[in-house]
Nanobody, 119 residues
Framework: QVQLVESGGGLVQPGGSLSLSCAAS????????MGWYRQAPGKERDLVAVIRYGGSTNYADSVKGRFTISRDIAMNTAYLQMSSLKPEDTAVYYC?????????????WGQGTQVTVSS
């Protein structure tokens, strides 16, 4: 099993920046995919960014050019650097990790961290 602990959420003004961290422990390895989803009140959980083995990344259109996902393999930690934040970025952000277990992908989730963008 994989345990994920997020940190770094909080309140920020529009146009500001915030960095989230996701520390993984357990059966995580360098080949695991990690990423971030977010869920605003009354809305579905949507993919924000993903980083795969080898370092390839994908982003939701709404955050391209503003958010950057990265990963420290040695520390088993993923990061989400968010800049030029907008009120519509307000949501609970969830980290996830996909681990290949005997040919099956198992997804683990963090507990979520609140990001509020407001003046």
């Amino acid at each position: 099993q994989v345990q994920l602990v997020e940190s770094g959420g909080g309140l920020v003004q529009p146009g500001g920046s915030l960095s989230l961290s996701c520390a993984a422990s357990g059966s995580i390895n360098s080949r695991s995919t990690m990423g971030w989803y977010r869920q605003a009140p009354g809305k579905e959980r949507d993919l924000v960014a993903v980083i795969r083995y080898g370092g390839s990344t994908n982003y939701a259109d709404s955050v391209k050019g503003r958010f950057t996902i990265s990963r420290d393999i040695a520390m088993n930690t993923a990061y989400l650097q968010m800049s030029s934040l907008k009120p519509e970025d307000t949501a609970v952000y969830y980290c996830y990790a996909d681990v290949n277990v005997l040919g099956s992908i198992r997804r683990s989730w963090g507990q979520g961290t609140q990001v509020t963008v407001s003046s």
